[in-house]
């Protein structure tokens, strides 16, 4: 599943998420769901191809289902 992929991505280069306030995180599978369900719902009432961007994830509304993009870096 995505969220897997995503949490291990997060794991593996020891990036973090703050929460809510709380300490800083890697997020895990359940906190990536969780993120992932909050932006389908951000993005529900917006146009096809609007995107959101937050904590590293780019998700693009598509006509069905969103796109999940994992930003690592800038190439110079």
Known sequence: ???????RVFRKNGWTWRLAGKEEIIPDEDDVSIALDEAA??????PVGTQLEVGRLIIIKKHQGHDVFIFVGEYA
């Open 1 to 7: 599943m995505i969220e897997e992929e995503v949490a």
């Open 41 to 46: 719902r951000v993005l529900y009432d917006e």
